[in-house]
């Protein structure tokens, strides 16, 4: 239960005994576990958020991963310019799962996945984010759990046709990363295919079906995403969304 009693829920925010969804609920637990860390190590006034710096550290733990390289404290610290504050540091710390002088990942895993989702979608609705960069971001297999959490979160959030536009131009731009060009591709058709079923979408994927020169991988995906029905927001009920820092 990530939501049992240990941890120690603030009681100025209570937590709703009625989330909408599972990604409600994990932004719910979420924030509560943020506030109480902050309070418990005596965390005073930050240029940065808690949950940015765990959104971050889930996505340098997911990428060590795949990449099967370590990810040492130190230099996730240091990137993220904590290392000589103790006070947000040990907070930090506190949801890492720490072997030695690497970080293995989070103590929940739920809580990497929800992590996870957040900086993807994050990255999805920065402008600030190019193309290049957003294919580069969803060309690393990701587990069935955050593709559900990045799915809930743009169906509760954001706008899923602006989204779309978003993936479908850097559908163009992943042929310029190395060895997992398709891969990117298959991904970005993937969400393209379920959260947006507008006019544009579906030329797109059309688009792709008939390029000469795209491996066949990606045109079956295209195929796929074509036939899959896309969510869009009034699927599910909003709830209340608080977006990581970007």
């Known amino acids: 239960d990530v939501c049992s009693s240990d941890l120690r829920t603030p009681s100025t925010e209570p937590l709703s005994l009625d989330p909408t969804n599972e990604y409600d609920l994990l932004r719910q637990c979420a924030k509560a576990v943020e506030q109480d860390e902050l309070q418990r190590h005596h965390v005073g006034q930050t240029s940065v958020s808690l949950r940015t710096l765990w959104s971050r550290a889930a996505w340098e733990s997911h990428r060590a991963r795949r990449e099967k390289s370590p990810l040492l404290l130190a230099d996730l610290e240091t990137a993220l310019d904590i290392s000589t504050t103790t006070a947000l540091r040990k907070a930090f710390e506190s949801f890492l799962e720490i072997l030695g002088p690497k970080v293995v990942g989070f103590v929940h895993q739920v809580f990497?996945?929800?992590?996870?989702?957040?900086?993807?979608?994050?990255?999805?609705?920065?402008?600030?984010?190019?193309?290049?960069?957003?294919?580069?971001?969803?060309?690393?297999?990701?587990?069935?759990?955050?593709?559900?959490?990045?799915?809930?979160?743009?169906?509760?959030?954001?706008?899923?046709?602006?989204?779309?536009?978003?993936?479908?131009?850097?559908?163009?731009?992943?042929?310029?990363?190395?060895?997992?060009?398709?891969?990117?591709?298959?991904?970005?058709?993937?969400?393209?295919?379920?959260?947006?079923?507008?006019?544009?979408?579906?030329?797109?994927?059309?688009?792709?079906?008939?390029?000469?020169?795209?491996?066949?991988?990606?045109k079956y995906s295209a195929a796929f995403a074509a036939v899959t029905p896309g969510i869009t927001s009034t699927s599910i009920a909003a709830p209340e969304c608080s977006r990581t820092s970007r």
């Open 112 to 218: 990497l996945e929800y992590w996870l989702a957040e900086f993807l979608v994050n990255r999805m609705v920065d402008p600030r984010v190019s193309a290049l960069e957003l294919a580069e971001s969803l060309s690393y297999q990701r587990s069935v759990v955050t593709n559900r959490l990045i799915r809930l979160r743009i169906a509760a959030c954001e706008d899923p046709g602006a989204i779309a536009a978003r993936l479908r131009e850097a559908f163009w731009a992943a042929s310029q990363i190395p060895h997992r060009a398709e891969f990117a591709k298959n991904q970005l058709l993937y969400f393209v295919g379920r959260i947006d079923g507008g006019p544009a979408t579906r030329q797109f994927l059309s688009t792709v079906w008939r390029t000469e020169g795209e491996a066949p991988f990606v």
